[in-house]
């Protein structure tokens, strides 16, 4: 990654947690910018590089004449489907004890469908990864990820290295950054093998989404069946004004 992009999306997460927990979480509006780039030792670009992101993220609104004001009611959701979160992290901060509790990799061919979204051709090798993950230890979200076996650059890795996120799979052995990614919502009934997973009758209604990872390219690197049960976890959508 970037050094530049880095040390922005570092200090960025500094100042959400800042804005969260720390100095700001009692104000109603930030510093000016003068004083809030001293506060967190970083230059004015790279503070407004920092502020942009949380402003096109929901999480601060800038006026100019009024300033920065800080969106307590955005910052109390628990889970954003427009924002990209760690599973654990995810259920984490919905108010669960998160664990993994299987992960399964194997390699297989890809069938029409995961041909047309990742730009493969049919029956060629593909990395597949399930994951579970349990919130309380009741299943949670199960997700299945994709990956064409010619972005993987070396076969040698740790099993223990696939319960981290895919993400670091991606940069660590395909040299690939997810830049954006493409999501279909919908809900879905249980089959039996989905039932199997979740432990609960056929016919349960599961969120289900279908994403698809393009990297700065637009070149499709990742595609990712996730599957939520439901009474878990909360979604929220934030949607602006353009």
Same mark, same amino acid.
């Given at each position: 990654?970037?050094?530049?992009?880095?040390?922005?999306?570092?200090?960025?997460?500094?100042?959400?947690?800042?804005? $969260?927990?720390?100095?700001?979480?009692?104000?109603?509006?930030?510093?000016?910018?003068?004083?809030?780039?001293?506060?967190?030792?970083?230059?004015?670009?790279?503070?407004?590089?920092?502020?942009?992101?949380?402003?096109?993220?929901?999480?601060?609104?800038?006026?100019?004449? &009024?300033?920065? +004001?800080?969106? %307590?009611?955005?910052?109390? +959701?628990?889970?954003?489907?427009?924002?990209?979160?760690?599973?654990?992290?995810?259920?984490?901060?919905?108010?669960?004890?998160?664990?993994?509790?299987?992960?399964?990799?194997? %390699?297989?061919?890809?069938?029409?469908?995961?041909?047309?979204?990742?730009?493969?051709?049919?029956?060629?090798? *593909?990395?597949?990864?399930?994951?579970?993950?349990?919130?309380?230890?009741?299943?949670?979200?199960?997700? +299945?990820?994709?990956?064409?076996?010619?972005?993987?650059?070396?076969?040698?890795?740790?099993?223990?290295?696939?319960? %981290?996120?895919?993400?670091?799979?991606?940069?660590?052995?395909?040299?690939?950054?997810?830049?954006?990614?493409?999501?279909? &919502?919908?809900?879905?009934?249980?089959?039996? $093998?989905?039932?199997? +997973?979740? =432990?609960?009758?056929?016919?349960?209604?599961?969120?289900?989404?279908?994403?698809?990872?393009? =990297?700065?390219?637009?070149?499709?690197?990742?595609?990712?069946?996730?599957?939520?049960?439901?009474? *878990?976890?909360?979604?929220? &959508?934030? $949607?602006?004004? *353009?």
């Amino acid at each position: 990654m970037d050094q530049g992009l880095q040390l922005s999306e570092e200090v960025t997460r500094r100042l959400l947690e800042e804005i $969260r927990f720390g100095r700001y979480q009692d104000m109603k509006k930030l510093p000016p910018e003068v004083e809030l780039a001293g506060q967190l030792g970083v230059s004015r670009t790279l503070l407004r590089d920092c502020l942009a992101i949380l402003e096109r993220e929901g999480f601060i609104s800038r006026k100019h004449g &009024v300033g920065t +004001v800080i969106n %307590k009611h955005v910052l109390d +959701v628990e889970t954003r489907m427009d924002l990209e979160k760690e599973f654990l992290d995810m259920v984490k901060d919905a108010g669960y004890q998160a664990e993994i509790a299987s992960v399964k990799a194997e %390699k297989a061919d890809c069938d029409r469908e995961t041909a047309d979204k990742l730009r493969l051709e049919p029956g060629e090798p *593909i990395f597949r990864v399930d994951r579970l993950i349990t919130a309380d230890g009741r299943p949670a979200i199960y997700c +299945v990820d994709h990956i064409g076996l010619r972005h993987v650059k070396t076969g040698f890795y740790e099993m223990a290295e696939l319960k %981290k996120p895919i993400f670091w799979f991606l940069e660590q052995y395909c040299k690939e950054t997810v830049y954006m990614d493409l999501t279909e &919502v919908r809900a879905v009934a249980a089959d039996s $093998r989905l039932a199997a +997973v979740f =432990n609960t009758a056929e016919g349960t209604p599961l969120l289900h989404m279908d994403e698809v990872g393009y =990297n700065f390219w637009g070149e499709p690197i990742l595609m990712s069946k996730e599957y939520y049960m439901d009474g *878990i976890l909360k979604h929220t &959508v934030m $949607r602006k004004k *353009i």
